[in-house]
């Protein structure tokens, strides 16, 4: 079975520059997350969906950032504009909650670096 | 408060030695689920456990342990024989089932594991 899929998987980008990542969730997950990790803060949920609705968007740093999720196999995480102090690690993850099944597994993550 | 502590950022062992890595955690919630990961160095987060709060039975998984302690809010993680190939950064998670649907994770210890 295919798990949570995302593209690129390395990005370098220029101060200013729009960038967009993307993320497929395992087939028939409900529940979409967008994490990030840096060395400094860890891992950060920033935003998460629930039948491609935004649920939880407290995380998300600034209103640089948007997310969308169109439809259950696709969302994206849009910066704009980019600045380096958005340089790090995005992790994409997927789950089904129902009963007792809840756990999250993670797409391989996107590098970003913007310069 | 919600939190998770992983005290030991780094540990080193040679191979075919047994290491524990410790988590602890804060919760008020009397449900709630705990996780355990692996990044290795390529980078992906890896799903290794999933433990309901009210199941504090200790699981085997092949050279992997867990020890689950409600009275302590622990949830350590044993390598027994460790390998080279153990060698990564292991985060210990925490999901409340109060709130919005998040999980809060550990800082991660990273374990060396030397030849």
């Known amino acids: 079975d295919a798990g949570v899929i995302q593209s690129p998987r390395h990005e370098v980008t220029e101060m200013g520059q729009e960038v967009t990542l993307r993320c497929k969730p395992i087939?028939?997950?409900?529940?979409l997350f967008w994490y990030r990790q840096t060395m400094m803060r860890g891992l950060e949920l920033l935003i998460y969906?629930?039948?491609?609705?935004?649920?939880?968007d407290s995380g998300m740093p600034e209103d640089r950032f948007s997310a969308k999720m169109p439809n259950a196999s696709f969302s994206t995480l849009k910066i704009q504009p980019s600045e380096p102090r958005d340089s790090a690690v995005y992790f994409c993850?997927?789950?089904?909650?129902?009963?007792?099944?809840?756990?999250?597994?993670f797409g391989p993550g996107t590098r970003l670096t913007v310069l | 408060a919600q939190k998770v502590t992983q005290a030991q950022t780094e540990i080193s062992v040679v191979e075919k030695e047994d290491v524990t890595l410790d988590c602890v955690y804060e919760?008020?919630?009397?449900?709630?689920?705990l996780f355990w990961y692996k990044q290795p160095p390529s980078g992906e987060l890896v799903f290794l456990i999933r433990?309901?709060?009210?199941?504090?039975q200790n699981e085997i998984s092949g050279r992997y342990s867990w020890n689950f302690q409600k009275s302590t809010s622990s949830f350590n993680f044993t390598i027994t024989a460790s390998q080279v190939v153990d060698s990564a950064v292991y985060f210990c998670?925490?999901?409340?089932?109060?709130?919005?649907?998040?999980?809060?994770f550990g800082t991660g210890t990273r374990l060396k594991v030397l030849a």
């Open positions: 919760t008020r919630d009397t449900t709630y689920y």
């Open positions: 993850a997927s789950s089904w909650l129902p009963g007792t099944t809840d756990t999250q597994y």
């Open positions: 998670a925490l999901r409340p089932t109060s709130g919005t649907y998040k999980y809060i």
């Open positions: 969906f629930n039948n491609n609705v935004p649920i939880d």
């Open positions: 087939s028939g997950h409900d529940y």
């Open positions: 433990r309901n709060s009210f199941d504090e």
